[in-house]
Antibody, heavy 118, light 107 residues
Framework: QEQLVESGGGLVKPGGSLILSCAAS????????MGWIRQAPGKGLEWVSY????????NYADSVKGRFTISRDNTENSLFLQMNSLRVEDTAVYFC???????????WGQGTLVTVSS | EIVLTQSPATLSLSPGERATLSCRAS??????LAWFQQRPGQAPRLLIY???NRATGIPARFSGSGSGTDFTLTISSLEPEDFAVYYC?????????FGGGTKLEIK
């Protein structure tokens, strides 16, 4: 069935780096725009980043611009989020999500927890 | 940035009752609004997109309405599995933004 599985989360010190991955299966990954959305503990949802099917277009929330980089490998059906200069306020569960042909996020992974703490 | 304000923050109802959740945008977003349901420990699930279209597999008891700045998600008769947190999201402008959520709890 259609599935997204995130990995790569963990504990990192402020100023550190981490790479998140999202493995897609059960659908044609290259046909879809993809995004990352995060949720701080006990808080609401915050959109983080977005990438087009061919990687030509990317977009970022102001809170992560210049520190995070989204990328994808259509040959490996994978989405990535390179996170640098991490801050305590980046602590959250990070979800990858597929944008449907309707232009809404219709498939979400279960998320991976990133904890930034000294 | 378009701010989405959801009300109430918490809604206490009983199974079988009708639930009405509100989402107000800080400026017109036409009909570019979606609703998501999130159960504890789970990922969000798309319920409604483009204000009033049910996503695949979503029961008919869920409906959406509105336009411009005021939107409503209605659950006609609550089932036990409907008690969760609900978020609205707009895609009219970047950045994409979500509302703060409405927690629907069992009374």
């Amino acid at each position: 069935q259609e599935q997204l599985v995130e990995s790569g989360g963990g504990l990192v010190k402020p100023g550190g780096s981490l790479i998140l991955s999202c493995a897609a299966s059960g659908f044609t990954f290259s046909d879809h725009y993809m995004g990352w959305i995060r949720q701080a503990p006990g808080k609401g949802l915050e959109w983080v980043s977005y990438i087009s099917k061919s990687s030509l277009y990317t977009n970022y929330a102001d809170s992560v611009k210049g520190r995070f980089t989204i990328s994808r490998d259509n040959t490996e059906n994978s989405l990535f989020l390179q996170m640098n200069s991490l801050r305590v306020e980046d602590t959250a569960v990070y979800f990858c999500a597929r944008e449907a042909t309707t232009n809404w996020f219709d498939l979400w992974g279960q998320g991976t927890l990133v904890t930034v703490s000294s | 940035e378009i701010v989405l304000t959801q009300s109430p923050a918490t809604l206490s109802l009983s199974p079988g009752e009708r639930a009405t959740l509100s989402c107000r945008a800080s400026q017109s977003i036409r009909r570019y609004l979606a609703w998501f349901q999130q159960r504890p420990g789970q990922a969000p699930r798309l319920l409604i997109y483009e204000t009033s279209n049910r996503a695949t597999g979503i029961p008919a008891r869920f409906s959406g309405s509105g336009s411009g700045t005021d939107f409503t998600l209605t659950i006609s008769s609550l089932e036990p599995e409907d008690f969760a947190v609900y978020y609205c999201q707009q895609r009219k402008d970047w950045p994409l933004t979500f509302g703060g959520g409405t927690k629907l709890e069992i009374k």
